[in-house]
């Protein structure tokens, strides 16, 4: 379909800043830049009629951080490091609900805890204990050991809260993580001996949340084009040639890489790695006992209420190698898991299962270790990739990165 001469001056249109990706990070960096300069001609490449890899495919957290999770990451990065990126999801969460009513995204914060069973674990159909992997390492850990939890919950408070300068009280930080322990009976959970509790943890719509941050974008005149892949691209003195499934090329000074999981196609050499995060949700529960999101095991396994429906989600440890891939199908092999997982922990003993209603996966972005890529990869190309699951809450302060890394 050749273009038309209207078409030509406006739609394809030389532009100051393209972006490839219409999922958080990239809506957040077009968000963010007419902030900064609202006379920016901004475009965003989404090849999806929806954006389709994690930031509307997910289970709908915040994402802060559980215990055993940031303990794993200091030993996998470092103190510093992880102090980083808890860092960028505080102020990303705090930026979110800055700009967004909660009523807007459905985002309501009441906290978080992670299940410890100690010496027992949830075992796959070989009968088999899955193993903890991070990212696309072949780093393995050992059951959580729960005689550290208080020592854990200690120095995590120690160390956050005074980085993240959360709430004083008589002078004093409270704490973000206490043990909660006592509440087990109270959840109905079965084979759990401890309990932590996460008061920085929340719950949103993760779509309510795209489309508010796509109806942002574009009253500030940023072009959203849906169903447009970009095939190749050509960097130049005066900025970057793009090739699209589309018939004409586009200009633009400054060409921005935001498709995590996916970033691989683009550019062959980042340290990024597809990742399948399933999902499930279940038909109404009659007294359902919990309110709130709960993790487990690192945060490989993670769930929460959706009014009365439990939605359930992870377990990509039970068959990780399967995992990395692009597929947006669900498997038996890690469906199973979590129906087992749900019956053995979750709802209490004795309880008829529920029927499952949907079934959906999504892509996140992995590596070596647990931060994002915001790099300059060639004249006037960058990327802001592998969110590492973390991208409802770091995509603002990614984005912020990306924004002044790329000087704009």
């Given amino acids: 379909m050749a273009i038309s001469v209207w078409e030509q001056s406006t739609y394809f249109a030389p532009k100051d800043l393209v972006i490839v990706g219409c999922g958080f990070v990239g809506l957040w960096t077009a968000y963010e830049a007419k902030q900064k300069n609202p006379k920016l001609n901004i475009t965003i490449l989404e090849r999806g009629v929806i954006p389709s890899g994690a930031s509307t495919r997910n289970a709908g957290f915040s994402c802060f951080g559980s215990v055993s999770e940031l303990m794993y990451d200091v030993q996998l990065m470092g103190e510093a490091a992880m102090l980083e990126t808890v860092k960028m999801r505080y102020d990303g969460l705090q930026r979110i609900q800055k700009v967004f009513k909660s009523k807007e995204i459905d985002y309501n914060q009441w906290g978080g805890y992670e299940l410890f069973e100690g010496k027992k674990t949830v ?6 204990a899955p193993k903890s992997n991070k990212g696309a390492s072949n780093e393995t850990s050992e059951l959580y050991d729960i005689s550290k939890l208080e020592n854990d919950i200690a120095y995590l408070n120690k160390i956050l809260a005074p980085a993240l300068k959360t709430p004083k009280k008589n002078g004093k930080y409270l704490p973000i993580y206490t043990n909660a322990s006592k509440e087990i009976k109270n959840f109905g ?3 759990i001996e401890a309990l932590a509790f996460n008061q920085m943890e929340g719950q949103l719509n993760s779509a309510k949340l795209v489309l508010a941050l796509q109806k942002a974008v574009q009253a500030k005149g940023v072009q959203i084009l849906f169903s447009t892949e970009v095939k190749k691209f050509k960097p130049h003195k005066k900025g970057v040639t793009i090739t699209t499934n ?12 935001c498709t995590n999981g996916f970033a691989k196609q683009l550019m ?4 990024v790695v597809p990742a399948r995060g399933q999902v499930f949700i279940t038909e109404p529960i009659k007294n359902l006992k919990f309110k709130g999101c709960f993790h487990f095991d690192e945060g490989y396994y993670y769930f929460r209420n959706l009014g009365n429906r439990l939605l359930l989600g992870g377990a990509r440890n039970a068959d990780f190698k399967n995992e990395n891939t692009y597929s947006l199908d669900t498997s038996d092999t890690i469906q199973k898991v979590l129906e087992q997982f749900m019956m053995e922990r979750i709802l209490p003993k ?3 299962k529920p029927k499952i209603e949907l079934r959906w996966s999504g892509t996140m972005g992995m590596g070596k270790i647990k931060k994002p890529i915001i790099e300059q990869l060639q004249p006037n190309v960058y990327c802001a990739v592998r969110m590492s699951g973390m991208g409802v809450a770091i995509a603002p302060i990614v984005a912020q990165r990306a924004l002044k890394l790329m000087k704009v």
């Fill in 123 to 128: 075992k796959d159909k070989k009968g088999k």
């Fill in 268 to 271: 062959p050499n980042l340290d």
């Fill in 350 to 352: 004795g309880s008829k």
């Fill in 189 to 191: 959970f079965q084979g």
């Fill in 246 to 257: 589309l018939d004409a090329p586009l200009e633009t000074k400054q060409f921005l890489i």
